[in-house]
């Protein structure tokens, strides 16, 4: 349904060109929930409003093609005729709601007046509450109301980009549950864009790692959660506090991340990496399966 | 050297509407010398309000703090900043972007508390403290030059903790310190802090909404929702068996890494 | 600093503002070197050669009595700069106060100050200056105070609310923390965030300061003949504009035109790159 094919992008900045994205293959098919899952500078937004059309003048595709249902379609701003089967919910829900019109008129605005109360229903909000603006809402019932607004359009493809963050654990976890089940009942893919990887092995069917702008494992959610393969997947695993005793068994990823806009090695954790050897240098590894479904872009992996 | 007892705020109501806001109802707790005390709770639920209490920031309704048999609640969030306990009680805060003065360098950042608490005014003597407080919290010193915009996350935390150290205090307040750092960022400052806390002899109050974090970091631990203590005691015995109805909730709804069984476990074709 | 950085990389992408304020940068240096190169006397009448229109000999004519409009119009440069950036600087200095204390300690202190600043406005400022003047009496003192007062509640309301908008933020609690009094709190921490947009301020307002003393000279109060000032050169010149002897308004008005004219690009593209930082 989905298919990211090699696909590079540079931005061009006052910095020089910052090679936001390298060679990314990613494929969606329908009803399956993908995790992204990576830290700040590792791309996965880029990733998402590229897919969503969203990026703005200054992004630039070096390479690779995003495909639709066997279509190109563009990464910059352009029409939304070959994309109204991809929608998108943000981070902020509050920030992606108009505070002066009534939730009523912008869910009526994207699917027609009659489908509000169906849809309010669906994302377990009291139609009454139609007539309501979005500062008389909580956080996490405005992030319903920004769902709502998403399945309005009747999309194959829900693009999450961090939509729990800033919530508490029990909202996230409610409106987790409430796009796992959409998801389920519409037959709709969703790509899950995330930091937590907690909530990523959790609610996704497959998680895809990435790192400073590149793809560095793909596996199924919990043959990641338990046997990570790639060093950095492996190092993120041991520094989420759930995974520790104490906090002297935490771990943290050494290094920082690379300057995107510098000069950059062909694996770009190899200045963090400890199993770093000299064929690293050559050439950019490689996405391998190493075990069923499981894919991951080293030479040197663990195991 | 930190009991709580019955301590509460309430916001009056504005205009016509009557009814006060209670942001915290009669909290009760004791931190000893050297000991961590972690506050867990969801928006809401009075956690930030009640550091910013002990912190002296905001005005106590009512209730007692006595920090080192001395009654501090008594005092206003203006007076106390000419108090000998000023310098003994320091604040790490929640790290949004804008915990430093944007014009002013790290260095003079962390040398503010420094001229102005323990009363230095030497400024080859600051720079000494300056330069050995940014070593402690292994912060490189050709950081100190910078300004806020020009750091990142992890930095400006660590620029922030170095600060709250500079007055050599027995309590850290430590709200939400990482909250808004990558995980990997978050697990280095989390080691610094561990490791802080015991070189220097410090008790923290860590006030988070991440309750694994909590679990890390404190000895004990007291639960929080809408104003009051739902649960309170030894972490290791509350995450083993939480007795209330919300603190079971809470460590429900935590995503768990490693998933129950038919979750998301399984593969898809 | 980080602000001259922003500064430079803004007017490289703006030429527009850089002209404008290379504009003004020549009218600094008119102003201050200009009265030595000038080859007339301001103040020296010739009757005989009254009423000359522009030459190779005079530049922008003569007027009525026979003095080189180009040169007065050089000396006058130097009094109405004189008199705006002192007007403005008096401003600046009252209205920061009492925007400072207004906007941190808001409640009381904030009501009597904003009362003060809205009691000014509710004047049309120019008659508000007119009145100051006529009641103080015609000198250029009075000039300089009265455009002072007029300007105040733009500079005190620009840093109320750049005041009002920071003081919770957390910068400011751990000043708190780290044992600053409120008023340490104010000088070293806040009043500089404010310093932007003021900047943006003044540059704005510096052209009205201008005019206001021109406007004032033109109507009679303030500074008096023979001193040479743009307003009354353009005054002195209006009735001859009839009998056909354009030059003699024309020129000092076309010079009062261009510098409000730069002041006022100048603060507007200032406030595009300063503001643009602002919401990155």
Same mark, same amino acid.
């Given at each position: 349904m989905l298919d990211v094919r090699h696909l590079s992008i540079n931005f061009s900045t006052r910095r020089g060109t910052v090679k936001a994205?390298?060679?990314?293959?990613?494929?969606?098919?329908?009803?399956?929930?993908?995790?992204l899952v990576g830290e700040s500078g590792s791309g996965k937004s880029v990733l998402s409003y590229a897919i969503s059309g969203l990026l703005d003048s200054s992004a630039r595709v070096a390479s690779g093609e995003i495909c639709w249902h066997g279509n190109v379609i563009g990464t910059i701003r352009e029409r939304r005729a070959t994309r109204a089967a991809i929608a998108q919910i943000f981070q902020n829900p509050r920030a992606s709601l108009n505070p002066i019109m009534t939730i009523r008129r912008q869910l009526a605005d994207v699917a027609g007046e009659g489908q509000v109360s169906a849809l309010l229903e669906s994302v377990r909000i009291d139609p009454g509450r139609g007539n309501h603006y979005p500062f008389e809402l909580s956080g996490g019932q405005c992030q319903r109301v920004g769902i709502a607004l998403a399945l309005g359009c009747e999309p194959e493809l829900l693009i999450a980009d961090e939509p729990t963050t800033g919530l508490d654990v029990t909202t996230e976890a409610a409106i987790m549950t409430l796009i796992r089940d959409l998801s389920v009942r519409r037959g709709m893919a969703t790509l899950l864009v995330t930091h937590n990887l907690a909530l990523a092995a959790v609610h996704c069917d497959r998680i895809v790692v990435m790192h400073a702008g590149q793809i560095v494992e793909c596996a199924p959610a919990a043959r990641l959660a338990y046997t990570p393969m790639h060093p950095y997947a492996d190092q993120l695993l041991a520094s989420v506090p759930q995974h520790s005793a104490t906090a002297d068994d935490l771990r943290t990823v050494p290094?920082?991340?690379?300057?995107?806009?510098?000069?950059?090695?062909?694996?770009?954790?190899?200045?963090?990496?400890?199993?770093?050897?000299?064929?690293?240098?050559?050439?950019?590894?490689?996405?391998?399966?190493?075990?069923?479904?499981?894919?991951?872009?080293c030479r040197h992996p663990l195991c | 050297m930190l009991s709580v007892s019955q301590l509460s705020k309430s916001y009056k109501g504005r205009g016509w509407r009557a009814n006060a806001v209670a942001a915290v109802e009669n909290v009760d707790f004791e931190l000893a010398k050297g000991g961590s005390l972690g506050v867990v709770g969801e928006s809401g639920s009075g956690k930030s309000t009640l550091a910013r209490m002990i912190s002296r920031l905001v005005d106590v309704t009512s209730g007692r703090i006595v920090f080192e048999d001395a009654d501090i609640s008594a005092i206003s969030p203006s007076a106390f900043v000419h108090r000998p306990e000023r310098r003994k009680i320091q604040h790490v805060f929640q790290d949004t972007g804008e915990n430093l003065t944007p014009h002013l360098t790290a260095r003079a950042a962390v040398a503010d508390p420094i001229r102005r608490l323990v009363g230095i005014t030497d400024e080859e003597e600051i720079r000494a403290k300056v330069d050995a407080l940014a070593a402690s919290v292994?912060?490189?010193?050709?950081?100190?030059?910078r300004y806020p915009h020009q750091l990142s996350g992890g930095q400006k935390a660590r620029v922030g903790i170095a600060r709250a150290l500079a007055s050599n205090p027995d309590l850290l307040i430590l709200d939400e310190p990482t909250a808004?750092?990558?995980?990997?960022?978050?697990?280095?400052?989390?080691?610094?802090?561990?490791?802080?806390?015991?070189?220097?002899?410090?008790?923290?109050?860590?006030?988070?909404?991440?309750?694994?974090?909590?679990?890390?970091?404190?000895?004990?631990?007291?639960?929080?929702?809408?104003?009051?203590?739902?649960?309170q005691g030894p972490t290791r015995q509350i995450f083993e068996n939480p007795q209330s109805d919300y603190g079971r909730t809470l460590l429900a709804a935590v995503p768990r890494l490693k998933a129950k069984a038919g979750v998301a476990g399984e593969v898809i074709a | 600093?980080?602000?001259?950085?922003?500064?430079?990389?803004?007017?490289?992408?703006?030429?527009?503002?850089?002209?404008?304020?290379?504009?003004?940068?020549?009218?600094?240096?008119?102003?201050?070197?200009?009265?030595?190169?000038?080859?007339?006397?301001?103040?020296?009448?010739?009757?005989?050669?009254?009423?000359?229109?522009?030459?190779?000999?005079?530049?922008?004519?003569?007027?009525?009595?026979?003095?080189?409009?180009?040169? !007065?119009?050089?000396?006058?440069?130097?009094?109405?700069?004189?008199?705006?950036?002192?007007?403005?600087?008096?401003?600046?200095?009252?209205?920061?106060?009492?925007?400072?204390?207004?906007?941190?300690?808001?409640?009381?202190?904030? !009501?009597?100050?904003?009362w003060i600043i809205d009691t000014i406005m509710a004047f049309p400022l120019f008659l508000l200056a007119m009145g100051i003047v006529a009641a103080l009496g015609n000198s250029l003192e009075n000039i300089v105070y009265a455009t002072a007062i007029v300007n105040v509640p733009f500079y005190a309301r620009t840093v109320r609310a750049e005041m009002k908008q920071r003081r919770e933020m957390g910068f400011v609690e751990a000043a708190r923390v780290s044992g600053n009094g409120p008023f340490r709190i104010l000088a070293v921490h806040l009043f500089p965030t404010a310093v932007p947009q003021l900047m943006i301020q003044v540059t704005l307002t510096m052209g009205w300061a201008m005019l206001n003393a021109a406007a004032l000279s033109f109507i009679g109060l303030g500074i008096r003949p023979p001193t040479p000032e743009w307003g009354i050169m353009v005054a002195e010149g209006a009735s001859f504009i009839i009998t056909g002897e354009w030059w003699v308004a024309l020129f000092p008005g076309l010079t009062l035109v261009l510098v409000v004219l730069s002041l006022n690009l100048v603060g507007d593209g200032l406030r595009d790159v300063l503001d643009a930082r602002e919401r990155r």
């Open positions: 994205l390298d060679r990314i293959d990613l494929q969606i098919v329908p009803g399956e929930i993908v995790g290094g920082l991340l690379p300057d995107l806009a510098g000069p950059l090695p062909p694996c770009r954790f190899a200045s963090r990496c400890s199993r770093h050897q000299i064929d690293c240098d050559e050439a950019p590894p490689p996405l391998v399966a190493l075990a069923p479904a499981h894919f991951v872009a | 292994a912060l490189s010193p050709d950081l100190l030059g808004a750092l990558d995980v990997s960022v978050q697990a280095a400052i989390l080691k610094l802090l561990h490791r802080l806390r015991s070189e220097f002899g410090l008790a923290y109050l860590f006030i988070s909404h991440d309750i694994e974090v909590v679990r890390l970091m404190c000895d004990n631990v007291i639960i929080m929702r809408l104003g009051r203590v739902v649960e | 600093m980080q602000l001259t950085a922003t500064l430079q990389d803004g007017l490289r992408r703006d030429p527009l503002t850089a002209i404008t304020m290379g504009i003004i940068g020549f009218i600094c240096v008119v102003a201050l070197v200009g009265p030595i190169l000038a080859t007339y006397d301001p103040l020296a009448t010739d009757p005989s050669s009254a009423l000359r229109p522009p030459s190779w000999q005079h530049l922008c004519g003569t007027d009525h009595v026979g003095r080189d409009i180009c040169t !007065r119009i050089i000396y006058a440069t130097r009094l109405d700069l004189f008199i705006a950036v002192l007007a403005v600087t008096l401003a600046l200095i009252i209205g920061s106060l009492i925007g400072s204390v207004a906007g941190f300690f808001g409640g009381f202190v904030d !009501r009597i100050a904003m």
